[in-house]
């Protein structure tokens, strides 16, 4: 279970980016973190992996304050939260195969592990004819499927991708979609930060809609209605 609990994160000079966040999101679910640009979505997911600190208020990882991890602690924390972004960070020296691998290498997997896993994942995510294909060989959609394959690596209890289809086009923003709630049928809980109308009120799924910072509404199949 994820909770945020009274929330808020001010940067210098009185710049509120989050005021006063109360959120629980249990084991499996999908979220769409909708709202406009600004409103807060990536500083929260920023705050989820700790890569920021909440000026107030606490975050619990399975009843683990994430705040008050030791830094030793924080890689655990980040390989049970996989992250995609908008711009893929993919190396470019590496080809599909060895961006996933070297995941997890980083994460002192075996060889063994990477021999076995690495092609499982790529079927996951619909790539196995793309697996030594560099990332300037690859479609917008299909580097983006790569991005979400190393972000499985380690098999991580949740997924976060913030605004995983801002540059791609419909068919593609709707094969990640597609895979996004495939992987979350699997069993890793999904958030899904994001300000398009249209995939939100098509997923029909869970919808935490931020405005400015706040939280303004939280409804179990809800809709965008900015």
Same mark, same amino acid.
């Not at 807060?40 to 304050?65: A, C, H, M, N, V």
């Given at each position: 279970m994820i909770e945020f609990k009274n929330v808020s994160k001010i940067y210098p000079i009185d710049c509120v980016a989050l005021e006063n966040i109360n959120l629980?999101?249990?084991?499996?679910?999908? +979220?769409?973190?909708?709202?406009?640009?600004?409103?807060?979505?990536?500083?929260?997911?920023?705050?989820?992996?700790? =890569?920021?600190?909440?000026?107030?208020?606490?975050?619990?990882?399975?009843?683990?304050? /994430?705040?008050?991890? *030791?830094?030793? =602690?924080?890689?655990?924390?980040?390989?049970? +939260?996989g992250a995609i972004f908008q711009d893929f960070k993919l190396l470019s020296n590496k080809t599909a195969y060895e961006n996933i691998a070297f995941a997890? =290498?980083?994460?002192?997997?075996?060889?063994?592990?990477?021999?076995?896993?690495?092609?499982?994942?790529?079927?996951?995510?619909?790539?196995?004819?793309?697996?030594?294909?560099?990332?300037?060989?690859?479609?917008?959609?299909?580097?983006? *499927?790569?991005? /979400?394959? *190393?972000?499985?690596?380690?098999?991580?209890?949740?997924?976060?991708a913030d605004e995983p289809t801002g540059n791609l086009d419909l068919i593609h923003t709707w094969d990640i979609i597609r895979l996004l709630l495939k992987i979350n049928e699997l069993g890793t809980t999904v958030i899904l930060a994001t300000h398009d109308r249209d995939v939100i009120n098509n997923i029909e799924r869970r919808v935490i809609t931020l405005e400015k910072g706040r939280l303004i509404r939280d409804e179990e199949k809800g809709r965008y209605i900015l």
């Open positions: 629980v999101i249990q084991p499996k679910e999908f +979220i769409s973190l909708a709202g406009p640009s600004g409103a807060g979505k990536s500083t929260l997911l920023r705050l989820l992996i700790r =890569e920021e600190l909440p000026s107030e208020g606490q975050i619990f990882w399975q009843e683990q304050d /994430i705040s008050q991890m *030791r830094h030793k =602690e924080v890689p655990q924390l980040r390989r049970k +939260i997890m =290498e980083a994460g002192g997997r075996s060889n063994k592990d990477i021999e076995e896993d690495v092609p499982l994942i790529l079927r996951l995510v619909g790539l196995s004819n793309r697996a030594h294909h560099f990332p300037d060989q690859l479609s917008g959609g299909e580097k983006q *499927r790569v991005a /979400i394959g *190393r972000a499985l690596a380690h098999r991580p209890e949740t997924l976060m």
